[in-house]
């Protein structure tokens, strides 16, 4: 194999590791010196102009959120401070791997983003349908949303590589089996769940920190579709939930979701089950149950779509006093990457756009020039820190506490006991009734017979290490050998690819 191609950076670099960023230890934060890492994501999200490259497709609307129990116990965020405090915010729902273009019932996650403006600036919670995401690492997320797109070549979607990625990827599984449940389809964006799927950091006024986790409860209830309305409804009207969304508002049917928290102590963390960093991973409500925050409340349609739904910018890192980053890989890897996609998209001075732009505080910095500057640009105040001119100081009441990191700078894997399959079979055995499990296994078999029967194989020994009845069904429904299965969902992930390489 010695005439193999090295994988190599955009300068001819040479890559030792394509699979782990570099973290400081097996569980992280990810270090800034991950040259690969950046390179790769920040050319990731220059690929798609004007467009989004993720989320492209969306529908959003304006309304508030109201503080309906205490919490100051575990954050000092002011927005959170008092029960019956109102906050105005603008939310923006979305399909994740598809074009403009794309009909909303597609197959596909849905984003849930969040913006308020709080009086310590916006504070953004950007995240999905799903508690879950398909992989741990940030360096995989380019080449993952790469096989959700079109083919190089046919310019089309193509389930060979959409399949070949996933069933490469054992940690995949769980997200897999919720987005090819009826999950997968939503009926509209009211009827639909929203979660953080990331662990963040809140702190209180003392400085004691909690790992907490966002769920969004739709008050409307949960509504999905078949995949055979979901197939109807994206030809007779491919913006049905668009559609769906500004007309109950019209109506004054005002959507409504009730905020809940997981919650968890760092000593409780430290040597839970599951790794709660780990986006792959949900906390079973049985460990954490669900504390009622808040309610979220849908009143005001854009004025103008393209003004406030199309340049509304989300980004995870825009975190205020009381809210901080946990040691997520993905997230961190997210706080740069949404930040850098909107300058590319939007320009620099993305944040002076008025759906952007801080309503309940002011901003006070040292940003200055730049395309679209359309402010007074700080006019003949410094553009410098320190100074000696009255210019804004940081405000150290505004530090978060410190959390204690450790280990070695390198690429290392994932190393967590718990393996990747627990969860999806539990999903699948626990959670699913005959007629989601019946639903489930004829959504992948419609899907997945499109892939090349190795791919297939290796795919569905993945169901079947999550449960064996699952793994059978999925089979026999694409008429598969189950005891060829079954032999490759023994093996090790290694072996497995091997024995299901091209042209084995």
């Not at 010196?33 to 920040?42: G, I, M, P, T, V």
């Not at 297939?456 to 064996?468: G, I, S």
Request: charged share 25%; net charge negative; hydrophobic share 35%.
């Amino acid at each position: 194999m010695s005439d193999k191609r090295k994988l190599t950076t955009a300068f001819g670099i040479p890559v030792g590791d394509d699979q782990n960023s570099m973290t400081a230890g097996s569980r992280g934060p990810v270090l800034m010196q991950d040259a690969h890492l950046l390179e790769k994501l920040s050319h990731f999200d220059r690929e798609r102009i004007p467009e989004r490259v993720v989320h492209a497709k969306g529908a959003g609307a304006g309304g508030y959120f109201e503080v309906t129990s205490d919490v100051t116990k575990f954050t000092k965020a002011k927005f959170l401070s008092e029960v019956g405090k109102r906050t105005e915010v603008f939310v923006r729902f979305s399909t994740v791997g598809g074009e403009k273009g794309s009909a909303d019932a597609a197959r596909d996650p849905r984003g849930f983003a969040v913006k308020f403006y709080t009086e310590d600036g916006n504070y953004d919670m950007v995240g999905n349908n799903t508690p879950v995401f398909f992989i741990r690492d940030p360096l995989k997320f380019p080449d993952f949303i790469h096989t959700q797109k079109r083919h190089p070549a046919t310019n089309c979607p193509e389930p060979n590589m959409f399949w070949d990625f996933l069933s490469l990827t054992p940690e995949s599984i769980h997200q897999v089996t919720i987005l090819f449940s009826d999950r997968g389809t939503p009926a509209t964006y009211r009827h639909m769940n929203g979660y953080s799927s990331h662990t963040f950091k809140w702190y209180n006024e003392k400085g004691k920190y909690f790992w907490v986790q966002y769920h969004f409860k739709t008050d409307q209830g949960i509504k999905n579709l078949t995949r055979e309305e979901a197939a109807r409804i994206s030809g007779e009207d491919p913006n049905h939930a668009t559609r769906d969304l500004y007309d109950a508002i019209e109506r004054s049917e005002y959507p409504r979701w009730t905020l809940k928290m997981q919650i968890m102590t760092p000593e409780q963390a430290k040597d839970y089950r599951f790794d709660i960093f780990d986006i792959t991973k949900v906390w079973p409500h049985s460990d954490f149950p669900l504390i009622e925050v808040g309610r979220m409340v849908l009143n005001r349609n854009p004025k103008n779509y393209f003004a406030e739904v199309e340049q509304a910018a989300f980004s995870p890192g825009n975190m205020v006093p009381g809210i901080a980053a946990s040691p997520d890989k993905m997230l961190q890897a997210r706080i740069f990457s949404y930040h850098d996609t909107h300058i590319h998209r939007l320009g620099p001075n993305y944040h002076l756009l008025p759906v952007n732009s801080p309503k309940a505080a002011a901003e006070n910095s040292y940003q200055r020039d730049g395309f679209m500057r359309v402010d007074e640009n700080g006019g003949a105040g410094p553009n410098y820190w320190p100074n000696s001119v009255g210019g804004p100081a940081p405000d150290p009441d505004s530090l978060e506490p410190p959390f204690e990191v450790s280990g070695q700078a390198a690429r290392q894997a994932y190393t967590h006991p718990n393996d990747d399959f627990v969860q999806a079979g539990n999903l699948y055995r626990d959670v699913m009734t005959d007629e989601d499990r019946e639903h489930l296994v004829g959504n992948i078999v419609s899907h997945l017979s499109g892939a090349q029967k190795r791919i297939q194989l290796r795919q569905v020994a993945l169901f079947y290490k999550a449960d064996t009845d699952y793994g059978q069904r999925v089979s026999r429904g694409l008429g598969l050998d189950v005891k060829e299965v079954e032999n490759l969902a023994a093996m090790s992930q290694e072996d497995r690819a091997k024995a299901t390489a091209q042209g084995a």
